[in-house]
């Protein structure tokens, strides 16, 4: 199994909601991320668990609340958003943790999230 | 800061070799990779190739490295419809940990 699902496909919610979105995988890896891509543009990085620890939070605003309750699962709590925030956001996993070598990710199809 | 750059789109028609042209800054980059991402999908790992080498074949895919000039090829041989979707170049060094920095991308279209 070489497959990452994220839920929900899409998601609408308000500025004053709490929605979460979910990411599974179970090929092992012990490294997640979340990244936000904006249409048209690259992915853009959030943050990184290695290990169930978070590795890298690149500056993100306290509205994303990421966590990781087991090596197979990663959520991402959004409360609060604004309507720039809207976006796909993309899951990812790498079999690399501790001294990353070779860093082949496996991503998600993503969760299309609008904010209005 | 490290920055990868491409051309953002291209166009061929069925049949003919497409080649995507990407370079980055960053001298200590490791591992180079080419990701697909067709519409409405995650990223897909094409292929990757380690900054030691200069040439790497896999199928109808031919990556090229100049490690002189940072840039990066991605040749797609007898390039079909289904080919097109955005191509995105990525690089990550060791002392860079986990990340690893994406281009903006290559939207190639290919005619019937």
């Known amino acids: 199994d070489t497959e990452v699902t994220q839920t929900p496909k899409h998601l609408v919610m308000g500025m004053t909601n709490k929605k979460s979105l979910k990411c599974e995988q179970h090929?092992?890896?012990?490294?997640m991320y979340w990244y936000k891509q904006k249409a048209k543009k690259p992915p853009e990085l959030m943050f990184v668990?290695?290990?169930?620890?978070?590795?890298i939070n690149e500056s993100v605003p306290s509205r994303f609340s990421p966590e990781c309750p087991n090596s197979s699962l990663l959520n991402l709590h959004l409360h609060a958003l604004q309507p720039e925030d809207s976006a796909l956001y993309l899951c990812?996993?790498?079999?690399?943790?501790?001294?990353?070598?070779?860093?082949?990710?496996?991503f998600g199809p993503g969760t299309r999230l609008t904010v209005l | 800061g490290e920055d990868v750059e491409q051309s953002l789109f291209l166009s061929v028609r069925e049949g003919d070799s497409s080649v995507i042209n990407c370079t980055y800054t960053?001298?200590?980059?490791?591992?180079l990779y080419w990701y697909k991402q067709e519409p409405g999908a995650g990223l897909q790992l094409l292929t990757y190739?380690?900054?030691?080498?200069d040439m790497k074949q896999d199928q109808r895919l031919t990556v090229l490295l100049n490690k002189k000039d940072k840039h990066l090829s991605l040749r797609i041989a007898d390039t079909q419809t289904g080919d097109s979707a955005i191509y995105f170049c990525?690089?990550?060094?060791?002392?860079?940990?986990?990340?690893?920095?994406f281009g903006a991308g290559t939207r190639l279209f290919v005619k019937a």
């Open positions: 990525a690089e990550s060094s060791r002392g860079g940990g986990f990340k690893t920095i």
């Open positions: 960053d001298s200590s980059s490791t591992y």
């Open positions: 990812a996993s790498s079999a690399a943790g501790g001294r990353v070598r070779y860093n082949e990710q496996f």
């Open positions: 190739i380690f900054s030691n080498m």
């Open positions: 668990y290695s290990y169930e620890k978070l590795s």
């Open positions: 090929m092992g890896h012990r490294a």
